[in-house]
């Protein structure tokens, strides 16, 4: 989980500071807590997903993403931040092909046409 939490924690860090998309994120940049609270929340999603024991326990993703109006581009945008995030951390090709599997049919829920 530690290793999980820095990614997570640069990932967010990484998308809150990008222009493309940081719009649709200003309430994990609001306050500090409200980051931190969306890294863990971020990292326990992730490690769920993954298969790890963590329990998510926040909304589901078609939920959290309803009449936010998320662009394609804008998801594209967040997926480069996150390759440059695994790469930065040098997560092995297997395992970023893996997540990226998990994650890339939430396209469809996330993204609001």
């Not at 998510?56 to 109006?69: E, F, I, N, V």
């Not at 297997?94 to 599997?101: G, N, S, Y």
Request: glycine share 6%; charged share 20%; net charge neutral.
């Amino acid at each position: 989980m530690p290793a999980l939490q820095a990614v997570t924690s640069n990932f967010v860090d990484r998308i809150l500071a990008d222009g493309r998309v940081n719009k649709w994120f200003a309430h994990a940049a609001a306050t500090p807590e409200n980051a931190q609270h969306y890294k863990a929340s971020l990292a326990t999603f992730l490690c769920q997903s993954l298969g790890g024991p963590c329990k998510y326990t926040g909304p589901d993703m078609l939920t959290a993403h309803t009449g936010r109006h998320v662009t394609g581009e804008a998801f594209d945008a967040v997926v480069q931040d996150l390759v440059a995030t695994l790469d930065a951390f040098k997560v092995p090709e297997r395992e970023k092909t893996d997540l990226l599997k998990i994650l890339g049919p939430l396209r469809s829920v996330i993204v609001n046409r």
